[in-house]
């Protein structure tokens, strides 16, 4: 039996916390594929997506996350997160979204918010960047398999990016 351990990996370190239009950074003919491409796969097993024109900057989602692990609430708050995300019913970027959701799933508000605020885990997800990227990851989802990380690879179906370099990001803190 294989014990599996989500590790945060923020993909969009770039993106100011208010986010980037998905226009802007893929192009308007790309995004439109991206997401036609996306809603197909969700439509076809059952999910609600409801995607927003923005590409987020999930560093605080993860940092909430790893608050959620300190206190077993992990898996709850992993959950919550993904269902918020993906059907539109908060903001992954936004404090006070985080705060209601990790307090849906039992954590506590001023803690978190605390948490979230001072960028608690931000060794943790920076250190986890560092090794993902180190082992050839730079997507998501993305698997490894132990010890080290002796194999790594994207799981799942990868949409293509645009040709050439990415557009640049406003520069703006985490």
């Not at 019913?89 to 918010?113: F, M, N, P, Q, Y």
Request: hydrophobic residues 40%.
């Amino acid at each position: 039996m294989a014990h599996v351990t989500w590790l945060p990996f923020e993909l969009h370190p770039e993106a100011p916390p208010e986010g980037i239009p998905r226009d802007v950074y893929f192009g308007r003919a790309p995004s439109d594929r991206i997401q036609s491409h996306l809603q197909s796969i969700a439509d076809s097993v059952g999910l609600i997506m409801s995607q927003r024109d923005v590409i987020i900057n999930s560093r605080r989602a993860l940092g909430a996350a790893e608050f959620a692990r300190e206190r077993k609430r992990f898996g709850d708050m992993h959950q919550a997160l993904f269902k918020a995300h993906w059907e539109g019913t908060g903001k992954l970027e936004d404090v006070d979204d985080l705060v209601r959701i990790g307090s849906s799933v039992g954590l506590d508000a001023a803690d978190l918010r605390s948490a979230i605020e001072a960028d608690r885990y931000a060794e943790v997800i920076d250190g986890n960047r560092r090794l993902a990227t180190s082992v050839g990851i730079d997507a998501i989802p993305a698997c490894a398999t132990l010890p080290r990380w002796r194999s790594a690879r994207r799981c799942g179906p990868r949409p293509s990016r645009p040709a050439g370099p990415r557009r640049a990001a406003p520069a703006h803190g985490r």
